[in-house]
């Protein structure tokens, strides 16, 4: 299994910006597609961005044209950048990892993977 240590969360303004930073030290992420999912209080885990082994990234409709997902497998590190937040942002974000490729409908869907970090807390107000 792949260790995931996100960082990077804090507070921010409305339309603010926050870069989360996902680290697998001493792993090598190259064949496995990454992901980011968060969690607001109340509701289910959803899934915000994912990027696959081929760079190729997808997004939910919530945060497509503000978020930026993008990975550099030399740093073997994860990376998510967000851009005009709202305070529908707000919520605990995950970072995840599968081994492989993962076809368009399930790579949003958290099931899909197997490797998760502990979260970092987003907030904004």
């Known amino acids: 299994h792949v260790q995931l240590v996100e960082s990077g969360g804090g507070s921010v303004e409305t339309g603010g910006s926050l870069t989360l930073s996902c680290a697998a030290p001493?792993?090598?992420?190259?064949?496995?597609?990454l992901a980011w999912f968060r969690q607001s209080p109340g509701k289910e885990r959803e899934g915000v961005a994912t990027i696959d082994i081929d760079e190729a990234p997808a997004y939910s409709d919530s945060v497509k044209g503000r978020f930026t997902i993008s990975r550099d497998n030399a740093r073997s590190t994860l990376f998510l950048q967000m851009n005009s937040v709202k305070p529908e942002d707000t919520g605990m974000y995950y970072c995840?990892?599968?081994?492989?490729?993962?076809?368009?409908?399930?790579?949003?869907?958290?099931?899909?993977?197997?490797?998760w970090g502990q979260g970092t807390q987003v907030t904004v107000s």
């Open positions: 001493g792993y090598v992420l190259s064949p496995y597609s």
């Open positions: 995840a990892a599968r081994w492989g490729y993962l076809s368009d409908t399930d790579r949003l869907l958290d099931s899909w993977y197997d490797d």
